[in-house]
């Protein structure tokens, strides 16, 4: 099928492709920033004079237009195989061949994990002649953010952070990748009801994580209540399924109920012990009104202060802060930091829980799908 557009640009699309009623009404407004959005796209595809199956992915992931799924004879079915055999030969990867074969495997059933595992791919180094951008420590996080950038470069979007998205194949659903790891209920949005997949896949994060994590425990301390403090060997990077949080557990890592697959971070832990009083503040950032934008919430803080947090020589003080980013974690912030140097570019305002939890569900809303503003630690701050 060919749809014509304006200046004589055509969109060419395999027959078996249907264009959503969307398209339909982006034409109907031809001033529609989207529409000239698509038309750079249709200038793109025909320039590249051939259909490509990453017309259905760059689309789709601009959230410009939904068509119908794509396939060409022999390709779809092996995308992995196919990505793989760019590492195993060190091709150059184009971009719409690494957001085509990628996407395809994502939708297929595989995670980031496996398909850099089937690739190869673990290092930076791994990437030398394929793919020239390097962002990520993990093979996982190395392919994401390529991926990313190619969907970005593609559909030429100015949001360097653009959600990935590909269409789940048992459920039918339109799925928005948020992160390249991490416990699939946490970072796959848009699975329908009861999906099988995201099932599968969750209880297979479970038990990697009840075989792997108890091998990173140097020792144990006395359970408090239902709650255990460990020491890990080493500093990992993970993610507290209970609040939020996202980045380094230096020391500990804390079972509730001795369930390895749900281990959370060392403030939980506080949290949740039955001797430690936990009190948090939380904060908004806004832009300063003297500025354009003045008033716009930016972030939104929340400040730990823990009973048993003495310092010898220093004294008790409450932690850095964490802010909770755009990828919908929370993580260490400066601001408040800069804000008692009077350095911070924002203005900080303390708020209630319930106001933070309005600026969350605000600062969420207009980049996610639905379900991922209903994340526990995004439907509540501070886990209650
Ligand atoms: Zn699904
Ligand atoms: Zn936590």
Redesign the pocket.
Known sequence: MTTGLSGGLALRLDARCSVSASLSRLWADRTSPRLLRLICLATYLKVASRPTPAAEFIARSAGMITVGLLRLPGMDDHPIAELAAYFRTTTRLPDEELARLALAARGAGSRWEAIASACHVSTYKDLVGVIYRITGESGAELLYSATQDAVRQLSGTENYHQPLTWT?Q????Q?TDRAPAGRPVHVEHG??LG?A??ARDQAAEDQRRREHVPGLILDSEPAAGLVQRHWLRERITDDCPRCGWHGYFHHYIATVDGDWANAVCDDCYADLHPDITVTVKFYVARVPRSLPGGGEAVAVIRQRDRSDHDYPGIGHFPDLGQQMTWRLWWEHTSMLVEEARASCDYDLTPISRDQAESVAAGLAAPHWPPDAARLPWISCPYPQ
């Not at 048992?170 to 659903?173: D, V």
């Open positions: 789940c048992p459920c039918g659903q799925v699975h329908g999906c997949r995201l």
